[in-house]
């Protein structure tokens, strides 16, 4: 059990090891096309519409999910957009509405498998959601703001105000 135990630990030394080079890709401003052009510089920024109000209680689950296209209909039912680009969307969440298909938003961050991360005991613990991912609400298109890497969850995790703990198991299983 114990050389079992042991040579875990290697392999995952070694990966680790391996893994550094794999891990210096830009993931910072990572900011893919998105099937309909939503902005948060218009909806969080311009008409002040809370984070929550679309990414409902990112502090109670393990994900801070997307909104649906009912959300997005609470308003667009009546709300037929400003530009001929922004009406042509708003014709495709009624549409999306109609059929019951989602809209297929890309994943804008997406951490490995390997790792254990929840919004929760963060939003618990105080920490705003710019201090991560920055000031959204001037974002026309979010783009990542960080590394979003280990050293950056752990820089943090290491300040000492934040008290919050380092070691492997916190963020793997
Ligand atoms: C505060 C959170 C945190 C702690 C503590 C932490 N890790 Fe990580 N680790 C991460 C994140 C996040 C990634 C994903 C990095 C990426 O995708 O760029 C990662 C990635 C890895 C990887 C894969 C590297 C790769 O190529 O993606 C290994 C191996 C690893 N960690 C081992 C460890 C070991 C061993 C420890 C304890 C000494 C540890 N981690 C502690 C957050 C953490
Ligand atoms: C009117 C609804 C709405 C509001 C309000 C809103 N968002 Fe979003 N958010 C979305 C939609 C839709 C997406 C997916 C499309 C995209 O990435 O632009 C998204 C995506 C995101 C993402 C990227 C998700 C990923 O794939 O990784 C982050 C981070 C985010 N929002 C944070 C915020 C923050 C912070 C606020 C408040 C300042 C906010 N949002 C306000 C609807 C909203
Ligand atoms: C709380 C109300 C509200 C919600 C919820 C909302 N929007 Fe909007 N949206 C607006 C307002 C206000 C405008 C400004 C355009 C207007 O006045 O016609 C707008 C404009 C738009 C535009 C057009 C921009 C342009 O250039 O004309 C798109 C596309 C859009 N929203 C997509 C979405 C999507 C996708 C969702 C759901 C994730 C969503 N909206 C949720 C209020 C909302
Ligand atoms: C401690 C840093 C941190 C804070 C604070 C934070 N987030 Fe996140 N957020 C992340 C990370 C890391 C991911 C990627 C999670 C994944 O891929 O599993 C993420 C992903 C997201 C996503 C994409 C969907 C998902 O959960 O995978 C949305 C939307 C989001 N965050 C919104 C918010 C909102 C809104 C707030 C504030 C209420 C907030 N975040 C606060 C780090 C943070
Ligand atoms: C801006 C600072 C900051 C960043 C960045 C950050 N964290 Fe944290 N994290 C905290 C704080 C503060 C706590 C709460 C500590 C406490 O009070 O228990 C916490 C708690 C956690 C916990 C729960 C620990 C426990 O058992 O109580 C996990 C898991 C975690 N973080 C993973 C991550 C991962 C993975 C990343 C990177 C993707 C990350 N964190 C990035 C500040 C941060």
Known sequence: MKTRSLSIFGLIVLALLIGLSACTDPREGYAPEQPIAFSHEL??????????????????GRHSSVPSVNTCMNC??????????????????????????PIEWVKVHDMPDLVVFSHQPHIMAGLDCAECHGQVNTMDVVSTQNEFNMGWCVDCHRQPENNAPIDCTTCHY
């Open 43 to 60: 909806h969080a920024g311009v008409n002040e519409i809370p984070c929550k109000y679309c990414h409902v209680s990112p502090g109670e």
């Open 76 to 101: 667009h039912s009546q709300v037929p957009g400003n530009t001929p680009e922004g009406k042509e969307d708003i014709k495709k969440i009624k549409k999306a509405w109609e059929t019951g298909e």
